[in-house]
């Protein structure tokens, strides 16, 4: 089961909604998800799926390694910007399942705040 499935999983399990998905032209951005609460459309927040910095060469969509993957309340202005991450998921080290838990919980406590 990919990770994106994985996450798209656990979102909808707790009434997040994928509304968009989008690709920007910046090399590091691979794809990125506008995510919004399903019972109140004003709270929402953006999913980057960052590319590895370190990734050499001319990129084609897809190409790379997926970094990070970054929830942030407005879409972030590069790679390592984090003035407005609400919770993030490093890849390069295991234990998936247990981080993406820690991410939603996050996402949950984000969710109470400003509602």
Same mark, same amino acid.
């Given at each position: ?11 909808? $399990? ?10 920007? &032209?910046? =090399? =590091?951005?691979?794809?990125? =998800?506008? #995510? +919004? ?5 004003? #709270? ?6 960052? @590319? ?12 790379? #390694? ?5 929830? $942030?309340?407005?879409?972030? +202005?590069? =790679? ?8 993030? @998921? &490093?890849? $390069? ?8 838990? &820690? ?10 705040? #400003?509602?």
């Amino acid at each position: 089961m990919s990770y994106k499935y994985q996450i798209e999983q656990a979102l909808l $399990s707790k009434n997040w909604d994928i509304v968009e998905i989008g690709f920007s &032209e910046e =090399w =590091w951005d691979n794809e990125n =998800w506008k #995510i +919004q609460y399903r019972f109140n459309s004003s #709270i929402c927040f953006y999913l980057c799926f960052i @590319i590895d910095p370190m990734f050499d060469g001319n990129r084609k969509k897809g190409q790379g #390694i997926i970094y990070e993957i970054k929830a $942030s309340t407005k879409f972030p +202005q590069n =790679w390592n910007d984090d003035t407005n991450t609400i919770a993030a @998921i &490093e890849m $390069s080290k295991r234990k998936f399942d247990l981080k993406l838990k &820690e991410f939603i919980d996050i996402l949950e406590n984000y969710k109470k705040v #400003i509602s």
